[in-house]
Nanobody
């Protein structure tokens, strides 16, 4: 079983930065692909970024490419999302996900955290 716990959300002004963390527990979680998704009020959950289990491959949605960076520390079983140049449209609940194979950007991944709120004011 894999458990994921996000942290690091908060209220910031446009242009600011935040770093989200996702602490993972489970015997083999450091061999899983991991990713971040977000869901804004009244909208469907959307893919943000993903990373392979070794960290060799990353993928980003067009809306965050160049501003967000996904990374992981397998020794600490922790996933990160560095978010720079935040915009009001980045406001959402951010979820961490893990999957034994690659992350499915459509959101059918096996394990999910409870989410952390990010609010960006204009």
């Amino acid at each position: 079983q894999v458990q994921l716990v996000e942290s690091g959300g908060g209220l910031v002004q446009a242009g600011a930065s935040l770093r989200l963390s996702c602490a993972a527990s489970g015997r083999t979680v450091n061999t899983y692909a991991m990713g971040w998704f977000r869901q804004a009020p009244g909208k469907e959950r959307e893919f943000v970024a993903s990373i392979s289990w070794r960290g060799s491959f990353t993928s980003y949605s067009d809306s965050v490419k160049g501003r967000f960076t996904i990374s992981r520390d397998n020794a600490k079983n922790t996933l990160y999302l560095q978010m720079n140049s935040l915009k009001p449209e980045d406001t959402a609940v951010y979820y961490c996900a893990a999957n034994p194979s690659s992350i499915d950007s459509s959101g059918t991944d096996r394990y999910w955290g409870q989410g952390t709120q990010v609010t960006v004011s204009s």
